[in-house]
């Protein structure tokens, strides 16, 4: 089944057209449009135009005519790593799809892959792009939950393409042309109309008001933010600007009522602050964009004016401007607050103006016969590591459709904001003992940041890559020290403590500045090893003149036993210094070893030991004493006694 397409819009569109290329009807097409008897067409004509040099390279030949449609969407977005991505619908089989192509090349080539397949028609899509560069499309559709209302539809790229979600799920009415903009937490703000009244005169294809929609964890029951059902609130534009305000423009007509057309404007900042509606300029076809100050700038067609201009500042809106003959204009921002807007003219070519510090002259940018819908690449949001990947720095950068192909036009003088991050070396660790060492890095450049804010450390046992923009505290590593100040270029170090001895660490230097946070390359340093420990135990197997030592060697200490065995002395703590055993290399494990040369009746001190090549180990002190050989004259026919005490052992010989 086919889902009726925005068909009014287009109907809508037929006629401005017609009148505006001068086809007779003028006066009799004003007049249906507005309820008064006569009304002035004032063609605004400009002798000074200028040309202007830019390229033109096709995006997608026989698309639709109403690909790029409309100037209060954003179609082109772009990605941090310079990658430019466009959507618009076109007819596959059967149907109207949506389609996403990339660019690699700075719009010079384009990949084309289908993002929607379904039995009805999808139509008008939006992109928004976040700060992890995942891009987010909405559009109008039926569905086989809704296969005669369209609905406002939202799919995700995040390295592939998520399922397909309904924003709406009213199956009573049409919900048309959304627009869609992104916050500095990458937060989506979604607003689109709803129809909810379709009569005569004025409402055949359907009156309602706007309705809006938030994406933190998922999308937010949709609210109204318009007048109300008997408005026709058509072609919303949203954007964002630095505090995260919301600003909402549409053109708005009280058909119902018989009012005229006008431009309506609502703000958000802690709550939806109130409506605030223009006179009966009879525009329509609004674009919007915000500037570093937070004001907003906005561009409409007036049907008796042309092309309009109007600032919003804190202290209102400044008042229309007229800048230029035509119809569906664009507008973007760049980084210096000059402000770009393009239009078609009644001949269909293609015209530009820019604002510096006035509005410049009116310039031709594509004669043709049938350019229409013109969208420039803009956003406040994202901003990633200090750049605005969507705002130009300056020059611009628009699609359109030409009769039924998507053309990008980018401007000779095209620049985007480079992100240049401070760089930071890490140098050799130096002062490396076995529980400590001290950490080097170097701050060698500051990018495009006049100082770092946070410099320091991290640290471990594990080789880990780069962590790029990520907390020292989420790096991976098991240790870090950072320390906040305003750093400029120039060498830091730290001393580390309670390391493990004979380990191998790795570290990195790192740094933060506006951009997030930047490290250093991974460098490493073995901490020393340490000498043996060893354990004595107590001596047995005694004699007069020897005895068996034991000893356990429980840690190598890091480096290779090369020697061990047992000292002995008369003295306390004796060492190799003193009588001792060598029976070379060993590991980790106990040990025996035969005690020689002992003098009898002597009480020894002994321990075991371990050499590595840091140095020797030793056990505790343990003691045992030799025995001494007593002979006695024993005469069994003469009682004699003999008091023996201690350890003393003893034998008779022939019986005495």
């Known amino acids: 089944m086919k889902c009726e397409s925005f068909t009014y819009v287009a109907k809508v569109f037929q006629q401005i057209l017609r009148f505006t290329m001068g086809s007779g009807n003028l006066l009799t097409m004003v007049g249906r449009i507005r309820t008064v008897n006569f009304v002035v067409f004032l063609v605004f004509s400009l002798s000074s135009y200028s040309s202007l040099h830019g390229q033109i390279f096709t995006v997608k030949a026989n698309a639709d005519s109403f690909a790029t449609a ?4 954003r179609k082109l977005a772009r990605t941090s790593d310079g990658t430019l991505h466009c959507v618009y619908h076109r007819k ?29 028609d999808q139509l008008y899509p939006a992109i928004a792009v976040d700060s992890n560069d995942h891009l987010h499309v909405v559009w109008q ?24 979600t309904n924003i709406t799920n009213d199956t009573s009415w049409d919900q048309r042309t959304p627009s869609i903009a992104v916050d500095s937490g990458n937060n989506l703000y979604v607003v689109w109309q709803k129809v909810e009244y379709v009569g005569g005169p004025w409402c055949n294809y359907g009156c309602g008001p706007l309705w809006y929609s938030k994406f933190t964890t998922s999308w937010s029951t949709p609210i109204r933010v318009g007048e109300g059902a008997e408005y026709e609130e058509v072609y919303p534009a949203i954007a964002t600007d630095k505090n995260d305000y919301i600003h909402i423009l549409w053109a708005t007509g009280g058909y119902r009522n018989g009012d005229c057309w006008h431009s309506a404007y609502r703000k958000y900042t802690t709550s939806w602050q109130p409506i605030e509606s223009f006179s009966c300029y009879y525009s329509y076809n609004l674009a919007i964009a915000t500037d570093n100050y937070g004001n907003v700038h906005c561009v409409s067609y007036h049907y008796d004016s042309g092309i309009s201009y109007n600032k919003r500042t804190s202290s209102g809106w400044t008042g229309w401007t007229t800048i230029g003959n035509g119809t569906v204009p664009s507008i973007a ?3 210096l607050d000059y402000l770009h807007t393009v239009w078609h003219d009644a001949n269909g070519n293609l015209k530009y103006r820019k604002y510096t ?7 031709n940018i594509f004669n043709d016969t049938d350019s229409r819908y013109p969208n420039f690449i803009w956003a406040y949001y994202p901003d990633v590591r200090g750049t605005k990947t969507n705002r130009p720095k300056k020059g611009f950068a628009f699609v359109w459709t030409d009769n039924t192909t998507v053309k990008f036009y980018r401007s000779d003088d095209l620049e985007w904001e480079i992100f240049l991050p401070p760089t930071v070396t890490t140098d050799s660790a130096t002062a490396i003992s076995s529980a400590s060492a001290t950490l080097y890095g170097n701050i060698t450049d500051l990018g495009s940041f006049s100082y770092c804010d946070t410099r320091g450390f991290v640290w471990g046992t594990t080789p880990l890559a780069n962590p790029g923009n990520t907390p020292p505290s989420s790096s991976g590593y098991s240790y870090n020290w950072v320390e906040p100040g305003t750093f400029l270029e120039g060498a830091f170090n730290y001393a580390v403590s309670s390391l493990n001895y004979a380990t191998t660490y790795y570290f990195r230097a790192v740094v933060h500045s506006s951009a997030g946070w930047t490290y250093g390359g991974e460098l490493s340093f073995s901490t020393l090893a340490v000498a043996p420990t060893v354990t004595t135990q107590p001596a047995t197997d005694i004699t007069t003149t020897t005895a068996t030592g034991h000893g356990t060697i429980v840690s190598t200490g890091g480096a290779p036993i090369i020697q061990h065995g047992v000292c002995w002395s008369e003295f306390e703590n004796p060492t190799l210094s003193d009588p001792h055993t060598s029976q070379g290399e060993s590991g980790e494990g106990s040990f025996t070893s035969n005690i020689t040369g002992l003098t009898p009746g002597r009480r020894y001190y002994y321990r075991a030991y371990a050499t590595n090549s840091a140095g020797t180990g030793y056990g505790e002190n343990q003691t045992f004493t030799t025995y001494v050989v007593i002979v006695v004259d024993w005469d069994n026919g003469n009682v004699q006694a003999i008091t023996l005490q201690g350890d003393v052992a003893f034998e008779f010989t022939n019986g005495r």
């Open 333 to 335: 921002v760049d980084s």
């Open 357 to 363: 510090t006035s509005w410049q002259p009116v310039v």
């Open 92 to 120: 596959e089989g059967a149907y109207k799809q949506i389609f996403h192509s990339w660019s690699t090349d700075n719009g010079t080539t384009w990949t084309e892959e289908q993002i929607t397949s379904e039995n009805y």
């Open 141 to 164: 559709g039926c569905h086989s939950g809704s296969p005669s209302k369209t609905q406002i539809r939202y799919r995700k790229y995040s390295g592939s393409w998520g399922t397909i």
């Open 70 to 73: 409309y100037p209060s969407q």
